[in-house]
């Protein structure tokens, strides 16, 4: 046998599925799969059953820890080689393939380690995002580049073999990694054996470090196979899923130096021991002088520091030499143990790099004057700060606050806006531009926040401010903490999302459902405000068909006929960059306006997020894009029939109870790959599902049937996701936030 692969599995069975489906899709089969269970929980006998194909060997772990399960890994292991594959981590199709075409005789053959934050099919399809976009001048630019890099690193060593390529790979610092590791790379069993290289078994985290150190000191051959990619996953939800580097631990520092240590003992080799010194080092200024300047735990200060120094201290003045004056400077304070010495030197240092960084980018100098001005004043009584959408526009449950504080309780606050588009609000609201330094001023200020997503990263709550998250429709496809994977969203997403829904003092939920539903995903402790969306007010308004007129003029659509609004939601796959969504109409515009245009007008209304611009070119008279209007609640005011796809659009809309279609034509895709949804479109939503134009033209033409056929489903639905808004939402709101009423 070729190969043994060793998976020492913890716990995440999610992830080991991933992992286990990943080897039995290779396109190699020449492996044993040893798995080592170490402390496990959860129960697998399922997942044996399922990948039964892999004859996996099943070895209990009984002293725990990743080090000791690879150890008994090693032990274990028939194959010339040992190729060690993390739980959550996965290899692709043709990996172990061209690993394995590469084993000859050597000690060691090095693979290369590709950092993702996805599960494998959408890890492909970035990949094949990134190959179609590929500039090649530019990619055959990087290959020079690193090319010379290589060159560089090799002449600067007398020695001239097949090692120092092997030390230039292993110690290479990787974009999203720094980690020197045992992955990606096979070990000949026997060289393992022969030289009783083994994982220290009283490491929890950085075993990894001494034990690569020592195969490097030790083999005699390397090969180098860089096209053999192993894939390590990121854990984005550290919060409840934390891989072990996410892992809070007390003895994480000291485990580090031991590291350190070890690592030092297990070679006498000059340059081994020069890189390692250089790994020390980056950790120190990339780490450990900002936890020295900013942690709160005196550790840092203390204990840490003088263990550190020691360490420190025995790197060569050559080594040293090597880095600028000033970190050489910053490098000798902690080597002489000097704390004050060290923190002057690295405040001034990080002091400095910071204001490189902000007056490079000047347009962040409004976070400087957050931080350091507007924050350390008073917090504004009776100021309250809007905002939806990132202030795209004058909408939302946002508004509609507004405009009831306004009209109930004229002059008594001081409203401010944040809207970019140029909008301005009713009763002379004051606006100011997102990210300006105004906005800054009553982000720090005010003493009431009125946000429908989330503010920015850099906000930080102040204890009495008063944060109301409207939010920005009932959850239909899944969110935060209830997806699996995030695709759309930074991979950050959970961690920072954990961490700003504590600023949130109000959350507002639409009905019972969102109750239940926001509560969880959001993992939200503050108090829930169920009481009806404020965005919805409107559709109850006693004089709804005079404003509707009023809308329908100010849009400058015909008044005799009916209106259908075509309102989509976004795809999380098509995009151009950050928030910039793709979006192709699919909805044939042409054939509806040939068949039902006597009758009806269309409005075309595409998400916030999506930058493309519809073309309604020989659809004059007929289609009209309305995206840039500013609230759609009022486009629900003037529509007959809604046809929307995934978006929340429809938990509102039904307030109105008039007909709704629904165009899935990528449905399962949306809700496979992308999404997955909390209700069962099939089933639950209050019209038909339709997948092609032909299909959205027959429902049109036969909408009194659509709506008797549906009756009882909407009834349902109204019941179930309509049933706290009345009108009175906003007074609700209001009542309980600005005046500190609670309903009976
Ligand atoms: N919206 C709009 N026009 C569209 C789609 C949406 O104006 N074509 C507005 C609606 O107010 C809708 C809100 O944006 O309720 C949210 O849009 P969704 O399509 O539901 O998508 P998303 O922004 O991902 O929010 O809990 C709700 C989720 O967070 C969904």
Same mark, same amino acid.
Not at 26 to 29: D, G, I, Q
Not at 572 to 579: A, L, P, R, T, V
């Given at each position: 046998m070729l190969l043994s692969v060793v998976i020492p599995f913890y716990k995440y069975k999610n992830y080991l599925k991933e992992c286990l489906n990943s080897l039995l899709n $290779? $396109?190699? /089969?020449d492996f044993e799969t040893i798995l080592v269970l170490d /402390?496990?929980?959860? %129960?697998i006998e399922d997942l044996l059953e399922e990948y039964k194909e892999l004859k996996i060997r099943v070895i209990e772990n009984r002293n725990h820890g990743v080090a000791s399960s690879r150890n008994l890994g090693i032990k274990y292991a028939n194959g010339d080689y040992v190729y060690f594959l993390d739980s959550d981590d996965y290899v692709l199709e043709d990996t172990l393939s061209i690993l394995s075409q590469a084993l000859s005789n050597e000690d060691i053959v090095y693979g290369q380690v590709n950092n993702t934050w996805n599960n494998m099919a959408n890890f492909l399809e970035k990949q094949n995002k990134k190959m179609e976009n590929l500039d090649e001048e530019e990619q055959e630019m990087k290959e020079m580049e690193s090319m010379q890099k290589i060159q560089d690193f090799l002449d600067s060593y007398p020695m001239k073999d097949t090692k120092l390529l092997a030390y230039y790979h292993m110690f290479k610092k990787k974009k999203g990694s720094n980690n020197i590791t045992v992955l990606s790379h096979a070990y000949r069993r026997q060289f393992l054996l022969e030289q009783e290289i083994r994982f220290d078994e009283t490491m929890k985290y950085y075993s990894d470090f001494p034990f690569v150190i020592e195969c490097l000191d030790k083999a005699s051959s390397f090969k180098p196979c860089l096209e053999a990619i192993y894939v390590k996953r990121r854990h984005n939800d550290p919060i409840n899923y934390p891989a072990l580097r996410q892992e809070e631990d007390e003895n994480r520092f000291y485990e580090r130096m031991k590291s350190y240590e070890r690592a030092h003992e297990k070679t006498d080799n000059p340059v081994l021991s020069v890189l390692i010194d250089r790994k020390i080092i980056n950790y120190y200024f990339r780490h450990f002088i900002r936890r020295l300047r900013r942690s709160e735990k005196p550790e840092w200060k203390n204990e840490y520091f003088h263990y550190f120094s020691k360490i420190m201290k025995q790197i060569p003045d050559k080594t040293v030499k090597e880095y600028s004056y000033e970190k050489q400077q910053m490098i000798k304070s902690i080597q002489e143990d000097n704390l004050d010495a060290t923190l002057k030197k690295v405040r001034l240092f990080l002091g400095k790099k910071k204001l490189k960084q902000m007056t490079k980018n000047k347009n962040t100098m409004y976070k400087l004057m957050y931080y350091h001005v507007y924050l350390k004043k008073p917090v504004l009584k009776n100021v309250v700060l809007f905002e939806t959408f990132n202030a795209k526009n004058y909408s939302d449950s946002p508004k509609y606050i507004y405009e009831y504080l306004e009209s109930h309780y004229p002059g008594q606050f001081e409203c401010v806006w944040a809207l970019n588009n140029g909008s301005k609000p009713k009763y002379g609201g004051k606006v100011v531009k997102r990210f300006s330094f105004e906005y800054a001023y009553y982000l720090a200020r005010a003493k009431y926040l009125v946000f429908n997503v989330r503010p920015p990263l850099w906000y930080r709550k102040r204890e009495d401010q008063i944060f109301l998250e409207t939010w920005h429709g009932t959850p239909l496809k899944r969110l935060v903490f209830d997806q699996e994977e995030v695709t759309a969203a930074s991979p950050k997403y959970k961690q920072q999302f954990y961490k700003q829904r504590k600023d949130w003092d109000y959350l507002i939920s639409a009905n019972d459902f969102s109750t239940e539903t926001l509560a969880r995903c959001f993992m939200y402790e503050g108090e829930m405000l169920a009481v009806g969306y404020p965005r919805n007010d409107i559709l109850y308004a006693e004089n709804k068909e005079e404003l509707a007129l009023e809308i329908k003029k100010k849009l400058n659509i015909p008044l005799d006929k009916k209106t259908i609004l075509y309102a989509p939601t976004w795809r !999380? !796959?098509?995009?151009?960059? %950050?928030?910039q969504y793709k979006f192709e109409l699919q909805l044939d515009c042409k054939m509806l306006k040939e068949n039902i245009g006597d009758e009806y007008v269309l409005l075309l209304r595409t998400h916030q997020y999506i930058s493309d611009r519809l073309d309604t070119t020989g659809l004059e008279g007929f289609a009209y894009n309305v995206s840039q209007y500013d609230d759609i609640s009022e486009l629900y005011l003037i529509s007959d029939i809604c046809i929307t796809d995934y978006s929340s659009v429809f938990f509102d809309y039904a307030n109105l109870r008039r007909p709704i279609l629904f165009y899935t034509y990528d449905i399962e895709k949306y809700k496979n790959q992308l999404r997955g949804f909390y209700i069962d479109m099939m089933s639950e939503v209050p019209g038909p599902l339709l997948y092609t134009n032909e299909e959205v033209l027959e429902a049109i033409k036969n909408i009194d049937q659509i709506e008797e056929e549906y009756k009882e489903r909407y009834d349902q639905f109204y019941n179930r996701f309509c049933h706290l808004d009345d009108g009175n939402a906003s007074k609700r709101c209001v009542e309980r936030v600005f005046f500190n009423k609670k309903d009976e």
């Open positions: $290779s $396109s190699f /089969h /402390h496990n929980e959860e %129960k !999380d !796959d098509e995009y151009y960059g %950050k928030g």
